[in-house]
C-alpha cells in the first residue's frame, strides 16, 4: 500500500479476462450456437477458435478428441456465423492454428481470419517446430493486419520471451502445460510472477490445463490479465449442458473479479 | 587431485538449461491420440521430478537433505591434473578431469537417483522401480532407495543379467530385488516370455515392465537419463567443475563428455552455457551408435514400447537395434531433448568413437592415470586424446568428463 | 565428505613411529648362523627403502614426485562423516569414516607402492616384482610401476589366481605380467610344482618366488605390509585424517582400524599417538586368525621360507595356516613390530570379528553408506558398529578406516 | 668461527677413540696375542671383548662366526692374561655381553669383570628384550662399579635416549646398523647429528658396521667422538695377518686425527 503501488497492483484493479477455447465444429453446430448464445461480455472478453486440425500435436487427448470430430463436422459457414454473433456482442476473437496447417497456403488462411473480423492469431508451434522461419511469420501476420499473439510456455527460453514479445505489441498466451488439458505439477505463483517479470506491464492470459477456480484465483493474485478455459468446457459440450455452461462462465467471471 | 571443501564446491542449487536455450524446446508429445502418456506420467513419476521436468526456473534449490547425501555418497567428486596423461601424449597444454567414477556407486548416475528417491519419498510412495541395461543406473537406484527406506525393484535386460552377474550382485546388496526381464512379475513380461522363453531383452522391454510394475503396485518409476529433470540434477558435475577450475584460475578451451541419453554430458557442460564464452563442447558417441552422425532430429519414443511421450531429438529410431557393444550405457538410441537441440545449433560438436579406439584410450588411462574408466567413458577419453592430438589445439585447456569407473566391466578386457 | 584443498590435507612428510615408541623396536634377526638375511635386503629392497626401514627420523619428506602421484591416485581421501550409518545404528556420538577405497586402486596399499616404485626407478633397477594373496597389494605395485615405467611380476597364490579372475585381469591391464604360484617361472616354483602339479599355493611360497625372481633379475621386490618403511608410507592415512578432522573442529575418541600385516591401522593411528591425548585405539582382526588373542609376542620368521629376517612381533607362528577366509587380506599370521609393542605395551587394544558380523556389517555399511567396502575393512566396521553399541561408548567421536572397496571382491557374497 | 664455537666443533679438536673389538678365543689365543702385542695408546683407545656366547642375536653373521669358534676355544685364564697385557698399556677395556647370558648369574659376572679391570659393560639386548628390567639391571652394574655403557641404535626411540643416558655418566655406544657387520644403507650425518642433538656434549661412540675411511671422517666431522671396529678385524684374525692389523690401526689413526 501507500506510495508502492506495483505494476501488478495497478493491474490487478482491472477487469480480468476470461477466454474461452471452441474447436470448430465441435461436437455439432447446433451446440455451438446455442453455447453461443449464452456468451456475452458480461462475462467474457475473448474467444477462441481451433479449426480442425488433421494434427494437434501441442494439444492433450480431450481437444485431439474434438478435433477428430471437427473434421467430418465443420463447414466454413457454420464458423462464419459463430463469428459475426461473437462480434456482434463485442466479443474479440482469435484463432489458435498449427502453423504446419498454413505455412503452404500463401497467406490464405490469414486473409481469412482477417475478413472474418478476428483480431488475431496464436500459433503454438511456431516457435517450437518453426523458429527459423519465426520472424517472417510474425511478419506476414502483421502484414495481414492481424495480431500475433506470443504463445510461450515455461519451456521458452528467456531471451525468446524478450525478443518475440517484443516484436509485438499484443498480449501473450501462457500456456501452463506441456500441452493442452495435461496437468503435470507446477508452482502457479512462481510461473506467473516470472512471466511478468520478464515482460513487466504487458497483458499476460494464462491458458492451457487451468482446471479450477483456486488456480484461477492464485494466477489473479499473482497478477494475471486473464485466463483460457478449454477442455474444461469440453464436457459441457458434449453433453450439450448449456445451463451448466451459463453458470460456470458466471462462476468464472465472479472468481477473475475477485468475489 | 585438486578439490576443496565441499561446502564451496558443492553448489546449492542445480542449474536448468532450458530458460537459456538459443530455442524453446519442443514440448513432449503423446503417441496416441486418445490417451495422454504426458498426463500418465503423474502415475508414474514422482511428482517434484515432474515439476522440475518443465519448470522455466534455471535454478533449483538442492534440498538440504539432497546435499547432505551428495556429501555421503563422494562428493564433491575430484577435479585432476592428468598430468600422466599429458606427460604420455606429451600435450603441451592442460587437461583435466572430473572424476564420477569417485561416487559410491561408481558413476554420475547417483547424482539423479538420490533426489528422484527423496522427492519420491516425500510422497510417501511404496516403492522404487527401474529398469537397467549396462547396471549403472540400476545401482544407483538401488542405493538412493535404500537410502530413503524404500523398497526397490529393477528389471534388467535379461542378457546382462545373465553376463554381468556382479552388478546383479551389488544391487542386491544394496537392497534391490532384481528381475531378469521379460519377467513373469508383469503382464508385458510374461506376454513376451510367452512368445520367446529364452527372450534376451531390451531396453524398451525392461521400461516397459518398470512402468507397468509402477501403475501397477503404485510405485515410482525413476528416470535415468534422457530427462530435463535428469540433466539438470546432473549439472552438479559442471557446477562443481566450475568452480573447482576456478579455484585453480583455469577455464577450459574444451569440455568433453560422451553421450548415452545424454546425462552427464549435459550435466558437465551445460554449466557453461550461459558464460557464452568460446569453449569446444564434444559430446563423444559409439560409433557402433552414430545418433548424431547418422540420427535425425525429429520426435521419437523414449521407449520401445511408446509408453511414456515422445520428444523431439536426434535419433536413430525407437526401433534401432544397437549391436551388443561393450559400452552399455551408450546403446540408447537417441540424445536428451535439450542436447539434441543445442546440437542441432551447432553451440555443441560430435565426435565418434568406436570399440578399438576407445579399449586403447581405457589402457591409457589405467597406465597413466591408474582409473580403469567405464566403458561409456572410455569414448569420452578417446575423443579426449584424438582432440589433444590434433595439433591446431595444442596448448589448449581440455576437461573431460570420467563419468564412472569399469570395475564391474572388466570383461570387455576379455580376450586380452 | 569433507575434504580441503589437496595441498592442505596432502603432509609434507611421513611420520615414522619409531623413535616416539614407548620401548626400542626390537632389531631384526638373521635365522641362520652363516648367513644374513638382514644384509640380504640390499640386494631384494630398494635401497632408500631400507635406509627408511631402520632410519631414526620422525619425518621423512615425501618428495614432490611421490606428493603428485598422491594427488594423481586419489589423495587426499575423503573423511565422511557417517551421517546415515550414525541414524542406522541411533548413535548419539559422531562417528567418520576415512576412505581409502577412493584411491584409483581402491585400497591403501598404492600409499606405499609408489613411493616404493619410486625409490626403485630412481635405483634404476630392472623392473619390479611382489607377491599377491587377495590381489589388492599385486595391483598396487601394478599400477606404480606402470606409473614409473617399469616392467612388473606379480606372484599371485595360485588359488587366488584361479578364484579372483578380476584381480588378474585388472593387474594385466595396469600392465603386471601375472604368475599363478607357484610357477614355473622359478627354481622355488619349479620345485613345489615337481612336489604337486597342482599346488594351491600360499603366500610364504609366493614370497619367495618373488625374492627369488628379484635377486636373479636384478629386479627389486616390494614390500606390502608389516615392515616400517611401509607403516611410516601409510602414516599418510592418519596425518591427512588428523588435518582433516582438524578443519571441522574434531578429534577422536576411538580410532578403528582393521590389521593384516597392520599397515593400514599403523598408518592411520600412529600419527595420534605423538598427542598422548586418551583415545581408544582399536585393532580388529580376524577371528579366524586371531594374532592379538591368540599370538605370541616373539621372534618369528616374516616369509615362510625364512628368506628375510625374522622381527618380533605378535605371530601365530609363521607356520599357522589360516582359514581360507573371505578376508584374504587378514590372513598373515602376524603383525607390524611397532604395532605389536605398542600392543602389548596396552596403548593399542583388539577386537576380533568373525565371518557372521563382517558380513553384516558390509551390508549395513552399503546399504547406509552406499559402500560396498573390502572384506579386510568390513571388520573395522563390525568393530566400530560394536563400539558404537556399548552403552559407555554413547556420544564418543568416533573415527574409522574404510582401508579398501569390495568391488572385485563381490564373491564373498556368493551364498546371498 | 668468531664466538659461533658450537659443542660439536669443540669435540672435533679433542683426541677421537678408537675402540676394537675381538670375540675372547677368536680365532685362537696365539693369534689373539700377537694382534693385542701390536696395540698401544698411540692408536687405541678402548678394547672391547665379546665373551663367547651360545646366540649372539645381534650380531651379523660374521661375528656370529666367532662365537662359534670361540665356544671351543675359550678359556678363562687366556682372556685374563690379554686383559692385564692390555689394561697394562693403559687401555680401558669393556665387556659387549649379552644380557640374557648373565641375567641369571646372581652377579658374578659383573663382579668378574670388575676384578679384571674393565671399566665397563656394553648390552646390546637389554633395552630391546629385557626393556622392563633395564634400570634394575643398571643399578646392579653401578652397583658391581662398572659403568654400564648405554647401547643405543636409530630404533631406540627418543625418549628412551635420554632417559637411559641421564641415568649414567659414561660414554654411549651408538649402533650404526641393526646388527654387527650389517650394511644396510643410512645417512651417517643426519644419524650422529641427531644423537649429538639428543645428548649434547656427551661422548658417543659409533659402531656396528663401520666399513671404510669415508665413513669414519663423516662421523667425526658430525661430532663423533670415536668408532669401534670389529667385523673389519676378522679376516685379519683369521688368517693372522698381524702386519695387516698394525698397519690397518695405523691408518685408522690417522683418520681419526683428520690426517
Ligand atoms: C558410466 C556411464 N557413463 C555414461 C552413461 C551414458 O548415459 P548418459 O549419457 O545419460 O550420461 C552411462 C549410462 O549407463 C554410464 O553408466
Ligand atoms: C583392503 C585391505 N585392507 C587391509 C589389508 C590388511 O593389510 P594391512 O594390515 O597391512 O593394512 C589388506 C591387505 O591385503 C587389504 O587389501
Not at chain 2, 371 to 396: F, L, Q, T
Request: charged share 25%.
Amino acid at each position: 500500500m501507500g506510495s508502492l503501488i506495483s505494476p501488478f497492483s495497478r493491474m490487478i484493479k482491472m477487469r480480468k479476462n476470461l477466454i474461452l477455447y471452441f474447436t470448430l465444429g465441435f461436437p455439432d453446430q447446433g451446440t455451438l450456437e446455442s453455447f453461443s448464445r449464452r456468451i456475452s461480455q458480461d462475462e467474457v472478453d475473448y474467444v477462441e477458435f481451433g479449426f480442425p486440425s488433421g494434427n494437434p500435436v501441442y494439444d492433450g487427448p480431450k481437444i485431439r478428441g474434438t478435433h477428430k470430430t471437427a473434421m467430418s463436422n465443420y463447414r466454413p459457414e457454420d464458423g462464419e456465423k459463430l463469428f459475426r454473433d461473437l462480434l456482434g456482442k463485442g466479443i474479440k476473437l482469435y484463432s489458435l492454428t498449427y502453423y504446419r496447417d498454413i505455412r503452404d497456403d500463401g497467406g490464405k488462411f490469414l486473409s481469412y481470419l482477417k475478413r472474418e473480423g478476428f483480431s488475431g492469431i496464436i500459433v503454438p508451434d511456431l516457435l517450437v517446430d518453426y523458429s527459423d522461419s519465426a520472424f517472417s511469420a510474425i511478419g506476414r501476420i502483421h502484414e495481414a493486419g492481424l495480431d500475433f499473439i506470443p504463445f510461450f510456455n515455461p519451456s521458452t527460453p528467456d531471451r525468446i520471451i524478450k525478443e518475440i514479445s517484443s516484436k509485438t505489441g499484443s498480449w501473450i498466451y501462457y500456456g501452463l502445460q506441456p500441452s493442452t488439458g495435461i496437468n503435470v505439477p507446477f508452482d502457479t505463483g512462481e510461473v506467473a510472477e516470472r512471466i511478468n517479470e520478464l515482460v513487466p506491464g504487458r497483458e499476460i492470459n494464462f491458458g492451457f490445463g487451468i482446471r479450477n477456480n483456486d488456480q484461477v484465483r492464485e494466477l489473479v493474485s499473482y497478477g494475471a490479465s486473464g485466463v483460457a478455459i478449454g477442455t474444461a468446457l469440453i464436457e459441457m459440450l458434449s453433453s450439450g449442458d448449456e445451463e451448466a455452461f451459463y453458470s460456470y462462465l458466471k462462476e468464472m467471471r465472479g472468481v477473475l473479479d475477485g468475489k | 587431485m585438486i578439490t576443496s571443501q565441499a561446502e564451496d564446491v558443492i553448489p546449492d542449487s542445480w542449474y536448468n538449461i532450458v530458460p537459456d536455450l538459443p530455442e524453446q524446446l519442443a514440448p513432449p508429445r503423446d503417441n496416441t491420440e486418445d490417451f495422454s502418456s504426458i498426463e500418465l506420467l503423474n502415475r508414474i513419476i514422482p511428482k517434484e521430478v515432474l515439476r522440475q521436468e518443465f519448470t522455466f526456473k534455471k535454478f533449483q534449490k538442492i534440498p538440504e537433505e539432497v546435499a547432505e547425501a551428495y556429501r555421503q555418497i563422494g562428493r564433491p567428486t575430484p577435479l585432476v591434473r592428468a598430468r600422466n596423461l599429458e606427460k604420455f601424449l606429451g600435450y603441451k597444454g592442460k587437461i583435466f578431469f572430473k572424476y564420477e567414477g569417485a561416487t559410491v556407486t561408481g558413476s554420475h548416475k547417483i547424482n539423479t537417483a538420490i533426489p528422484q528417491a527423496y522427492y519420491a519419498a516425500q510422497e510417501g510412495v511404496n516403492g522404487i522401480v527401474t529398469e537397467t541395461g549396462a547396471g549403472q543406473w540400476g545401482t544407483a537406484t538401488a542405493l538412493a532407495s535404500s537410502l530413503y527406506g524404500m523398497p526397490s525393484k529393477v528389471f534388467m535386460v535379461g542378457i546382462s543379467y545373465r553376463q554381468k552377474p556382479l552388478r546383479k550382485k551389488i544391487m542386491g546388496i544394496y537392497g534391490a530385488q532384481v528381475f531378469a526381464s521379460p519377467s513373469s512379475e508383469t503382464k508385458f513380461g510374461r506376454e513376451m516370455l510367452g512368445k520367446d522363453p529364452d527372450h534376451p531383452g531390451s531396453l524398451g522391454i525392461a521400461i516397459s515392465e518398470a512402468v507397468e510394475y509402477a501403475l501397477e503396485n503404485d510405485y515410482r518409476y525413476l528416470l535415468g537419463s534422457v530427462m530435463n529433470s535428469v540433466l539438470t540434477h546432473q549439472s552438479i558435475i559442471g557446477l562443481e567443475t566450475k568452480k573447482q577450475l576456478e579455484v585453480l584460475g583455469e577455464y577450459p578451451d574444451a569440455l568433453i563428455g560422451c553421450v548415452g541419453g545424454g546425462s552427464n554430458f549435459g550435466g558437465f557442460t551445460y554449466p557453461f552455457i550461459p558464460d557464452s564464452r568460446e569453449i569446444d563442447m564434444i559430446a563423444s558417441t559409439a560409433s557402433e551408435v552414430p545418433k548424431f552422425g547418422k540420427g535425425e532430429f525429429k520426435y521419437d519414443l523414449l521407449d520401445t514400447a511408446g509408453i511414456l511421450p515422445s520428444m523431439k531429438m536426434y535419433s536413430l529410431g525407437a526401433d534401432f537395434v544397437p549391436p551388443p557393444i561393450y559400452a552399455g550405457g551408450l546403446r540408447y538410441h537417441a540424445a536428451a531433448p535439450s542436447l539434441s537441440l543445442l546440437m542441432q545449433k551447432g553451440k555443441i560438436k560430435h565426435d565418434e568413437a568406436d570399440e578399438p579406439a576407445v579399449k586403447d584410450a581405457l589402457r591409457v588411462f589405467s597406465k597413466t592415470q591408474g582409473i580403469v574408466a567405464a566403458p561409456e567413458s572410455g569414448h569420452a577419453i578417446a575423443s579426449a586424446i584424438k582432440y589433444a592430438k590434433e595439433s591446431s589445439n595444442s596448448g589448449k585447456t581440455i576437461v573431460l568428463n570420467v563419468s564412472g569407473h569399469g570395475l564391474l566391466d572388466l570383461s570387455i578386457f576379455k580376450d586380452d
